[in-house]
């Protein structure tokens, strides 16, 4: 009857949804995980208006910029509007021009808010001050207002007797009234209402809620926290504690590009140093907004610097306890599920992802997911006859190229390629498909008077390597990435079949210059400082090769759970108790199989036929053995990828974990994971 229901268990579980040729958070079984968008989204700010939710992020220098985001249940997503679809400024530095940029500058840290029948985004401008652009449509188009004035990564509250308020500041956080006409701030309105000294630093997301007024803010020393002031006055005075700290999901941060400059010239000495695995820096989940859905239920979405793929957003559930709005559950108030129950909203949505990437050119506009690396020369792009065409401009290299065409990468792995036409590059051009990070690299084609050589180029280390291209007109360029390592390669081919390396296997970083990830890169440009012919781009894929998660969880499996910190697989003692035993032990008591409990929720049994129980709580919270299977524990499965997994109870919300060092067995009192994976409360199963 056991191996009947297992069986059961698996097809049902195979069944629940086709498999996705794209990461969605949503598991399609009543449940999501983490991150809600598996590439770059930062600085989140989120409001409901009605049955919609509206999501706001950060876009730098990149154009289209300020990005939003429709939903109608928290978790699938889709990319519905941007704010302006070019900077409506003359300065060089908007258009990348005459070695001028805006770099991780741009526009930043937008604040969405609805009132009086439209929609407002404020957001900071390096140089030019606050901006707001409103719409009574949240498509567009947008009316942009230049409010200037020194507030910037700021909050905004609409207040119950219509003053419109800023909250912005870092440590010092400071309270402006704004002109209802969005003309500016109100002169002489700016108050102090939290001192310095306070913990609290920036990221603000100001609400009034039952009277009472919630600043969400985010400090980042010594590592990422998130906090919450409270105060019956808008003026205040404010006590503070923190909602969430530590949450990493265990995530490390990425390896960080240390460099004496900002976009520096090639041969400039770059220092990339091994990433610290124990440490949390800004990989915990931090600075986000806070929502309530239709039903009561409130629910934070936070970012987290997210390895090489950059800043990317996340959904955690929030308890409120004494007053204070905790990210978390109860019974582990501050830490947060990766996989959990989607919120409880009444409307069916077929999972998918936010963006479509790839990209045939065929149409008459691009795709929404493409942004331009500063303020695009729109006289020198175009879409002809089913490619994009990219007139060379002067430029030494591809950082300061001007009209590349960037998309953000998407993890945890994936594979992008795209066709390169050849034909009317001239002498000194360059064209192919880069990563525009610092440092950057590339691949490509370099045209040298009537010849043509294959060429690539990573800029960490300054290498480049040549090979004859020959006479070929189409070459098939391939960005080949693993993103949650932090590495990747380049390779090319001539056919399209057959693919070959080009380079080394490359560390990926993430940096503090431009502010993001790694962004999938096509450009071209002349070396020799004249305009000259053009590339032309065709076929633009990407294979998201980790997307399909139908197989993470071993439904109909018999399974070893190995324990990442000790390296063993955990036992069932025959008087009882989980430990664990020799790595070679391989006997039916280091064997388990689930049993689906629906919704992401599952009972372990050993194959001796015991289920897994909890007996007590905390410490003393032993993990038995039990014949009866009503007395099993309930543990949401917690997909960390890879065949990695924790187990969270649903009664207690803590997790299952052994201490590495004690000889202490299986207890159920870990909060979650550590950066590295290796504090007992990560597993690796394996059939």
């Not at 990005?67 to 679809?85: A, P, Q, R």
């Not at 002169?187 to 969400?216: F, Q």
């Not at 010594?222 to 503070?240: A, F």
């Not at 034909?423 to 498909?433: C, E, F, H, I, Y």
Request: hydrophobic share 35%; aromatic share 12%; with cysteine.
């Amino acid at each position: 009857m056991r191996t009947i229901a297992l069986l059961f268990a698996y097809f049902i579980a195979m069944s629940v949804a086709a498999q996705p040729k794209s990461w969605t958070a949503d598991n399609g079984n009543g449940t999501f995980t983490n991150p809600l968008l598996y590439d770059e989204f930062s600085d989140p700010d989120i409001i409901r208006v009605g049955d919609d939710y509206y999501l706001a992020g950060t876009t730098m220098h990149t154009v289209p910029g300020l990005v939003i985001l429709h939903s109608k249940d928290l978790v699938n997503w889709e990319n519905i509007s941007y704010c302006f679809d070019r900077f409506d400024f003359t300065d060089d530095q908007f258009w990348l021009r005459n070695h001028k940029e805006i770099y991780g500058q741009g526009i930043w840290a937008p604040c969405i808010r609805y009132a009086n029948g439209q929609f407002y985004v404020y957001s900071n401008i390096n140089g030019k001050g606050l901006q707001c652009y409103t719409s009574k449509d949240i498509r567009g188009p947008w009316e942009h207002h230049n409010m200037q004035g020194n507030i910037y990564d700021l909050s905004v509250l609409f207040d119950d007797d219509g003053k419109i308020y800023a909250i912005h500041g870092y440590g010092e956080v400071k309270c402006t009234e704004l002109k209802p006409d969005m003309s500016g701030p109100i002169d002489g309105t700016e108050r102090v209402i939290i001192p310095n000294g306070s913990a609290v630093g920036e990221g603000h997301h100001m609400y009034k809620i039952n009277g009472m007024y919630y600043l969400i803010s985010t400090d980042y020393r010594p590592n990422g926290r998130t906090l919450c002031s409270r105060s019956k006055s808008i003026w205040g005075p404010y006590e503070t504690c923190v909602i969430t700290a530590d949450e990493t999901f265990g995530y490390h941060p990425a390896p960080f590009t240390l460099v004496d400059g900002r976009i520096v010239p090639d041969g400039t000495k770059f220092t990339i140093p091994e990433a610290d695995k124990d440490a949390t820096a800004a990989t915990n989940i931090h600075q986000g907004g806070i929502v309530q859905t239709q039903k009561g239920e409130w629910w934070a979405l936070l970012m987290m610097d997210f390895h090489s793929v950059g800043r990317t957003v996340t959904l955690a559930p929030m308890t409120w306890i004494d007053g204070w709005p905790m990210v978390g559950l109860s019974g582990n108030p501050g830490r947060s599920p990766r996989t959990w129950l989607k919120p409880d909203i009444d409307v069916s949505v077929e999972p998918h992802a936010a963006y479509e990437r790839n990209e045939t050119f065929d149409g008459k506009e691009l795709g929404r997911v493409w942004q331009w690396n500063h303020n695009p020369d729109d006289r020198m792009w175009s879409l002809t006859k089913g490619r994009l065409r990219l007139q060379t401009m002067p430029s030494e290299q591809l950082m300061w190229a001007r009209n590349s065409l960037t998309q953000r990468v998407i993890g945890p792995s994936s594979v992008t390629t795209v066709e390169l036409y050849t034909k009317n590059m001239k002498d000194g051009d360059v064209a192919g498909l880069g990563n525009i990070n610092v440092p950057c690299s590339w691949i490509g084609i370099v045209k040298t008077g009537k010849s043509q050589t294959l060429r690539f180029f990573e800029q960490a280390v300054n290498d480049t390597i040549d090979q004859p291209a020959g006479n070929a007109e189409k070459v098939y360029l391939r960005l080949v990435g693993d993103y949650d390592n932090n590495r990747a390669h380049y390779e090319y081919s001539f056919d399209g079949t057959n693919y070959s390396q080009l380079g080394r296997e490359m560390t990926l970083s993430y940096q503090t210059i431009s502010f993001q990830g790694s962004r999938a890169s096509l450009f071209a440009f002349n070396v020799k400082g004249s305009n000259g012919g053009y590339a032309e781009f065709d076929n633009f894929t990407v294979e998201e090769t980790a997307a399909d998660r139908s197989g993470n969880i071993p439904y109909g499996k018999s399974f070893r759970i190995m324990n990442l910190a000790t390296g063993k697989p955990m036992i069932a003692l025959p008087h009882g108790l989980m430990h664990d035993t020799r790595a070679d032990d391989k006997s039916k008591q280091t064997y388990f199989h689930i049993i689906d409990k629906g919704k992401g929720q599952v009972v372990l049994q050993c194959e001796d036929g015991r289920y897994v129980f909890v007996s007590g709580f905390g410490l003393p919270g032993d993990v038995r053995l039990t014949k009866e299977e009503s007395k099993a524990e309930v543990f949401m499965w917690q997909d960390f990828l890879n065949k990695e997994f924790m187990l969270m109870s649903m009664r207690t919300n803590r997790y299952v974990g052994k201490s590495p060092t004690t000889g202490s067995p299986y207890s159920m009192d870990y909060k979650g994971a550590d950066p590295a994976r290796r504090n007992g409360a990560v597993f690796r199963w394996e059939e």
